[in-house]
């Protein structure tokens, strides 16, 4: 059963830092495009950032420019978000997508979410 696990999510005071991973497994990881998408309550779910098969191209949300880097290492099938000054209005549900580039198999596949809370 293809997985995409996230961890890393937590509670945070404004301006500071998190680190979010997505292990995936169970198919072939460097054939698809990976992204980290966001949801906070009564808002639609919005994308964060994004990055290329091999990791050569990103791009972000103009929310989180400037302060969110997306990474990824094809040799741990992991996808990362390094989350830096963090704000109230980051607060959501940030959830890992993976979408499929060549080869064959289903488009997409989605994680089941991480919370991140920044709070005072």
């Known amino acids: 059963q293809v997985q995409l696990v996230e961890s890393g999510g937590g509670s945070v005071q404004p301006g500071g830092s998190l680190r979010l991973s997505c292990a995936a497994s169970?198919?072939?990881?460097?054939?698809?495009?990976m992204a980290w998408y966001r949801q906070a309550p009564g808002k639609e779910r919005e994308l964060v950032a994004g990055?290329?098969?091999?990791?050569?191209?990103?791009n972000y949300g103009d929310s989180v420019k400037d302060r969110f880097t997306i990474s990824r290492d094809n040799a741990k099938n992991t996808v990362y978000l390094q989350m830096n000054s963090l704000k109230p209005e980051d607060t959501a549900v940030y959830y890992c997508?993976?979408?499929?580039?060549?080869?064959?198999?289903?488009?997409?596949?989605w994680g089941q979410g991480t919370q991140v809370t920044v709070s005072s």
């Open positions: 997508k993976a979408g499929r580039v060549r080869g064959s198999g289903p488009s997409a596949y």
């Open positions: 169970r198919f072939t990881f460097s054939n698809y495009a």
């Open positions: 990055i290329t098969t091999l990791g050569d191209g990103t």
